[in-house]
């Protein structure tokens, strides 16, 4: 922590994000995200002497924060020379945990549980579910006079080999004089660089084989199989089945986009009843509903539409995250926002249906007299009059309102639904030539 009477501080000017990303990273590749967090970063750094005020007070799990002196303290407890310290940031399956106790025999000491609980890579399992997993599994199946589980609030740098050394001396400094070293320690997926700080460990190709975590979520959770015994403790299991349920029960966000009348609104009505008919919890959002009050006052600006549409994107993400369907129905004009909202939600949860209706047809229907209007030159900046509509690059789904009922189109997403495992459904039956 920062003293608040300032120490003489020094500022150094325009560093440079190119040779701090090469040493650090080892790569200027923006897919590495805290290369692409850099980019975010001023131009100033700061140094001086640090005084620690007061430590961040955490909530949770109040019982496993241990500072460095508890932690020595703790393990001096044990009575053992050696100290084993395993990081991870990742579920333990019984291949870690095998992995574990066969280091601590190896060197018969103590294993220090201690798992990163800042923030770790996106897409990786939450801490509050990793904790209550190691918990049980701390509990239930290991020598309690054998290990000590404690929390470190310690934010994952995506660092490779660099970020291993880092995480060995932080154990250290925790009382640990082991320290094991996984697949890929603290890599940020297929761009880190693979140095032979890695280290000759026989487990290594069998947690290669068996630890990846997306495995386990595509062909295990995302399907409501339960995880093999062999593979994960029950109990661990079943902690990490509640927080990942089956797809037909995660969130989903389908968001449509095209001129205005092109039939946003009423596909969206018809596909909300059929969902609601499927079991799944729909909330609509529709553009001009919106604008009487999550977005009111609001205009057409550029500004104000791209504000409209993240504040949409907003609750569409929180409905998402908390598993229900989210149905957002606004012009949505511009791509750039539009992908904004896909990466705020998850691509892997976010449904882009373009209503592909053409102009002239949107003008004939003019259903609210908004393209008369802007015709007469009444309204200003009506899309696909005097301002942009940029369709979609790649819509995971495209309708056609000229050849096909609201009906039809609707029960073309939610087959698109059924088929990614968003909605069960019963298996063989068709209507109006469509599967359902
Ligand atoms: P948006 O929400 O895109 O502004 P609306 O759904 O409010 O569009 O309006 C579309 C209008 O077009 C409605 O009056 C609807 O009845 C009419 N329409 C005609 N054919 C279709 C179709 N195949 N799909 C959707 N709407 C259609």
Redo the contacts with the bound molecule.
Sequence with gaps: MISSSWQPVRFHHAWELAEVAQKAFGSLDLRHPLVAEMHRWGTLHISGKLQVLQLPKHYDFQGLRLTPAQTRARLGEFGYANVVAFQTRNPLHRVHEELTKRATQEVDGVLLLHPSVGMTKPGDVDHYTRVRAYKALAAGYYDPNRILLALLPLAMRMAGPREALWHALIRRNHGANHFIVGRDHAGPGNDSTGQPFYGPYDAQELLQRYSSGTQVREQYLNQGRTLPPWFTRPEVAEILAETYPPRHRQGVCIW?T????????????VLTVLLLEHGRQVTLL???VVRTHLSKGLGFSKEDRNTNIRRIGFVAAEIVQHDGVAIC?A?SPYRATRNDVRNLIGSEHFVEVF?D?PLEV?ET?D??GMYAKARRGEIKDFTGIDDPYEPPAQPEVT????T???E??ARLILHYLGQHGFVRMPTGMMQNGIKI
């Design positions: 449509f095209g001129l205005s009348g092109a039939g946003k609104s009423t596909t969206a009505e529709d553009g001009d129905a012009v209503i209706t949107c229907r259903t609210k309708l056609d309102t000229v096909h009922t609201p039809e189109n």
